[in-house]
T-cell receptor, first 113, second 115 residues
Framework: GESVGLHLPTLSVQEGDNSIINCAYS??????FIWYKQESGKGPQFIID?????DKRQGQRVTVLLNKTVKHLSLQIAATQPGDSAVYFC????????????FGQGTILTVHP | DAGVIQSPRHEVTEMGQEVTLRCKPI?????LFWYRQTMMRGLELLIY????????DSGMPEDRFSAKMPNASFSTLKIQPSEPRDSAVYFC?????????????FGEGSRLTVL
């Protein structure tokens, strides 16, 4: 039969808009949450991380929010630029899996000039 | 720093052939990870090493897959015999164990096609 691939969520924004990418995680024992960016033909690149004892962390043009109650993680990108177009992955580690990262399925962000 | 270096970048082989993928981690990094990326399964961890010692190989699909890290600056992932379902992009990543547990540095990947 025909194989079925992952249907990645997509987000399409205009240059200059703010973007919000969401992620749900499953492991209550995870204590580090991370966002990665993957451009076409390249390996994933670390953006920002957050520990479970925090609910918000800011970087350069990016903010990560963590809601442990509903196991939800989001990445906000301010003033999105065409160079931000990529696939964004959330990842988690911790508990008995400390040291290895489990990645989510990814979200495709497309920024239109 | 040159970053994580993987070779080959692309490999096309026939079913049944042996495939060896190579990785040179960032100098000074003492954790090394092999991931596989496919459209069906996304990014999957195959195996990781700390200080050249395999810590968790639970993600290795089957006995056809093996990984070694003979020293701190080199690792191989071998598939023997290869099958079409092994077609994927294989990534190597390294990390400084004393650094952020989530900050992995990935190579550009080795795209494997098994015919």
């Amino acid at each position: 039969g025909e194989s079925v691939g992952l249907h990645l969520p997509t987000l399409s924004v205009q240059e200059g808009d703010n973007s919000i990418i969401n992620c749900a995680y499953s492991n209550s024992a995870s204590d580090y949450f991370i966002w990665y960016k993957q451009e076409s033909g390249k390996g994933p690149q670390f953006i920002i991380d957050i520990r479970s004892n925090m609910d918000k962390r800011q970087g350069q043009r990016v903010t990560v929010l963590l809601n442990k109650t509903v196991k939800h993680l989001s990445l906000q990108i301010a003033a999105t630029q065409p160079g931000d177009s990529a696939v964004y992955f959330c990842a988690e580690t911790g508990g008995t899996s400390y040291g290895k990262l489990t990645f989510g399925q990814g979200t495709i962000l497309t920024v239109h000039p | 720093d040159a970053g994580v270096i993987q070779s080959p970048r692309h490999e096309v082989t026939e079913m049944g052939q042996e495939v060896t993928l190579r990785c040179k981690p960032i100098s000074g990094h003492n954790s090394l990870f092999w991931y596989r990326q496919t459209m069906m399964r996304g990014l999957e961890l195959l195996i990781y090493f700390n200080n050249n010692v395999p810590i968790d190989d639970s993600g290795m699909p089957e006995d056809r897959f093996s990984a070694k890290m003979p020293n701190a600056s080199f690792s191989t992932l071998k598939i023997q015999p290869s099958e079409p379902r092994d077609s994927a992009v294989y990534f190597c990543a390294s990390r400084l164990t004393s650094g952020s547990p989530g900050e992995l540095f990935f190579g550009e990947g080795s795209r494997l096609t098994v015919l």
